[in-house]
């Protein structure tokens, strides 16, 4: 990895482990701020921040992710597919009722790549929340940075938030959310890397 400036330490940054990307964002990731990564379905953006996450994670950073799309068996397929180089879609989205001796083998050796010496304590923490919205998500937030120390929080993704609100229209809640996580970010001196999808129009959806 390489060395953060003295401003960059200043700063809190983060280091993505994406050069370019982290040129773009002026060194890494700022903390009590919200990044977005957003681009049209079906082309990489959960395989995306895994690798961010996992790069940070590689930093010593602990964070945890807010998932509003996949049941837990398929996040754990899905991670234990990226640490141990199993890449089949069909072994990303295996429904099958019980975990073979192979997959179990796997998820194992997966989950030693997460260990730490002489702490017991985990570097990731996975959530499975439909329907979110600030409320759930402040609550996430304030438990696993008390309980563990996360600063990263990431949220797969912000089109599963919650709409239902009367007389308020889509944009208008969506807007308020993401105000509403800005404060949350400041509150609790975290980060939020959020996925979004782009319609066929490149705007965000809902």
């Known amino acids: 990895n390489a060395r953060k400036t003295k401003e960059e330490k200043n700063r809190n940054i983060i280091k993505t482990g994406f050069r370019v990307l982290d040129e773009s964002m002026g060194g890494g990731i700022d903390l009590e701020e919200i990044h977005i990564i957003a681009a049209e379905s079906g082309v990489g953006k959960t395989a995306m921040i895994y690798h961010v996450l996992f790069n940070i994670m590689q930093e010593g950073k602990k964070f945890c992710l807010i998932n509003s799309e996949m049941h837990d068996k398929q996040v754990v397929n899905r991670w234990t597919a990226f640490l141990t180089a199993k890449r089949s879609i069909n072994y990303f989205y295996s429904n099958t009722e019980q975990f073979t001796e192979d997959e179990i083998a796997d998820v194992d050796a997966g989950a030693k790549l997460f260990e730490q010496e002489d702490n017991d304590e985990p570097l990731f923490w996975q959530v499975s929340e439909n329907h979110l919205n600030p ?56 980060v939020f890397i959020c996925l979004a999808q782009l319609t066929a129009s490149q705007t965000l959806q809902a």
């Open 135 to 190: 409320n759930k998500i402040k609550a996430i937030v304030q438990k696993y940075k008390s309980l563990y120390g996360f600063e990263v929080f990431g949220i797969d993704y912000i089109g599963n938030m919650d709409t239902r609100v009367k007389d308020r229209r889509e944009d208008q809640v969506l807007r308020d959310f993401m105000r509403d996580l800005k404060n949350i970010a400041k509150e609790s001196r975290v």
